[in-house]
Structure formats: C-alpha cells, structure tokens
C-alpha cells in the first residue's frame, strides 16, 4: 500500500512564497504578498501549530525560514489592545491578516528628525494583505483595536534571527 501526504497548507504558502521569490526582479515585496494572498486566511493554515500570545505585547512564532536565502515566514499573534511601535523597515515586507481584524496606520516622516504624523487608516480583515519595501518614508504601525485575539502572517527579508535586531526602524510616537 502506498500513502501519499497531503501537502500541509503552509507548505503550500511556502512554496508560493519561494516561487514568488525566485522569479522577482528587484523589489519583490509585492510578488510575496500576492503570492500568499490565497493562503493567509485559510482556517487550516495554523493547523498543529502552537501560537500562544501573552498579556504584554504581541508574540512571534517562526513558521518559516530560509536564512541563506535571506528570508522567514513568522505568525504574530495580537490580543486585543496590542500594537506594534510606529516603525519602517530595512527589508521588503509582506504581511496578511490570517484572523481577527488589525489596523495598519500610515505616517508621514517628521520634518528635521521630528517624530512621524498619522496620514492614514485601513482595516485589515482576514485574507487581506499589505507590503512594503525597505524605503525611509514606509512608515506604519499595526494595532488590533477589535475585542479578540488576531493573528497575522508576515514574511520578511531577513532571517528569523535578526528580527530583533535588524528588522525595524522604530520612531517615537
């Protein structure tokens, strides 16, 4: 008897997200969000996957990462309440909303090293995505306003271990 697994549904994101990436020429920020547009809201997504989230701030869970390639898949998971600092990127991003809703906010940099102003608001509901190259005026914050948990799927160019050191600009709010 031969068994044949079915490919798990993020290893179908990642190999859309691969694909994405190989054929990109430059910036392949938005090649990757349209990449994973299919996939980012489906319920099986996450299946066996444990996410947790904490009381203080939002968590990342590594579910992906191809350090000589440069690049990592990470779920974020938001309690209600939670948001990320105003912040740019030194690397191209792509980001989904698995679950929940979240509230990207775009600023506008501050003249002479001033802090950045608020220049616009989308909600993100699940299976929506949005991206961004590494540009000093990409300029967002995400939130989860809502009353339950959310969880957001985002790729970046950069390896899982450098998130925290390498990832974001972070300006005063």
Known sequence: MNVIAARSRLEALIASVEAALAAADGDPS?????????????????????????????????????AAGGWA???LVWRPGQMSPVHGHHVWCAVGVHRGILTETFYTPGPDGAAPT????????????????????AIHRLANLGTETAISIHAYGLPYARFCSDLNRVYAA
Do not use: F, K, N
């Not at 990757?32 to 990342?60: K, W």
């Open 118 to 137: 608020p220049c616009g608001t989308v909600l993100r509901r699940p299976g929506e995505i949005t991206s961004g190259p590494p540009r000093e005026d």
């Open 73 to 75: 898949i990470a779920a």
């Open 30 to 66: 938005g090649a990757v969000a349209a990449a994973m547009a299919p996939h980012v809201a489906d319920p099986l997504l996450l299946l066996g996957r444990d996410c947790p989230c904490r009381a203080e701030t939002y968590v990342r869970h590594l579910l992906h990462e191809d």
